[in-house]
T-cell receptor, first 118, second 117 residues
Framework: GAVVSQHPSWVICKSGTSVKIECRSLDFQATTMFWYRQFPKQSLMLMATSNEGSKATYEQGVEKDKFLINHASLTLSTLTVTSAHPEDSSFYIC??????????????FGNGTRLTVT | AQKITQTQPGMFVQEKEAVTLDCTYDTSDPSYGLFWYKQPSSGEMIFLIYQGSYDQQNATEGRYSLNFQKARKSANLVISASQLGDSAMYFCAMRVPIYNQGGKLIFGQGTELSVKP
């Protein structure tokens, strides 16, 4: 199978601190990874697309200085929420496209990270 | 602009019966892909089925089938013989092309399916 591991699965932090979320493809290489945000009972909203070795492409309305994305290798992408505030509390999910697969291949998702900012 | 719409926030179905979850889409790109994912309360996203815009036949995967009506721009998911474990959120998604990067997935609002015993 194609396993994507996301860590941590949940985190509580104080307002003003930064939190890093890791997304790893365990048994495949991922040229492209995607970060989504989801509020309870709502849709997944794409935040950014990251390609290994290049800058992430952010969706309109997403603050790139607040949500720092790094895709340093073909198996790891990180999302850092800087100076977190209570309104950043949400469920963050990463997904990855296996290298060499067609554009219409399904994405493989991590299990998500529930962030609570107090 | 590309858009995915799911108009049923919640659906109920009796165990062992079939249920149809609606999905309509809008795109001007002739090449696109449509996906259905299941999200249980645990939060993981489980891929169910895929339909390509050039596919002549409707996709099927076990108890899941996709009723693809290209002219109407709809891609409804049909679940046959519902099981209690089918209770979850269901999302329809469409691949939106990104120049030189393959594509990204955009999701509909989701439908919460509850299977009654």
């Amino acid at each position: 199978g194609a396993v994507v591991s996301q860590h941590p699965s949940w985190v509580i932090c104080k307002s003003g601190t930064s939190v890093k979320i890791e997304c790893r493809s365990l048994d495949f290489q991922a040229t492209t990874m995607f970060w989504y945000r989801q509020f309870p009972k709502q849709s997944l909203m794409l935040m950014a697309t990251s390609n290994e070795g290049s800058k992430a492409t952010y969706e309109q309305g997403v603050e790139k200085d607040k949500f720092l994305i790094n895709h340093a290798s073909l198996t790891l992408s990180t999302l850092t929420v800087t100076s977190a505030h209570p309104e950043d509390s949400s469920f963050y999910i990463c997904s990855a496209r296996r290298q060499g697969t067609s554009y219409n291949s399904p994405l493989h998702f991590g299990n998500g990270t529930r962030l609570t900012v107090t | 602009a590309q858009k995915i719409t799911q108009t049923q926030p919640g659906m109920f179905v009796q165990e062992k019966e079939a249920v149809t979850l609606d999905c309509t889409y809008d795109t001007s790109d002739p090449s696109y892909g449509l996906f259905w994912y299941k999200q249980p309360s645990s939060g993981e996203m489980i891929f169910l089925i895929y339909q390509g815009s050039y596919d002549q036949q409707n996709a099927t995967e076990g108890r899941y089938s996709l009723n693809f009506q290209k002219a109407r721009k709809s891609a409804n998911l049909v679940i046959s013989a519902s099981q209690l474990g089918d209770s979850a959120m269901y999302f329809c998604a469409m691949r939106v092309p990104i120049y030189n990067q393959g594509g990204k997935l955009i999701f509909g609002q989701g439908t919460e399916l509850s299977v009654k015993p």
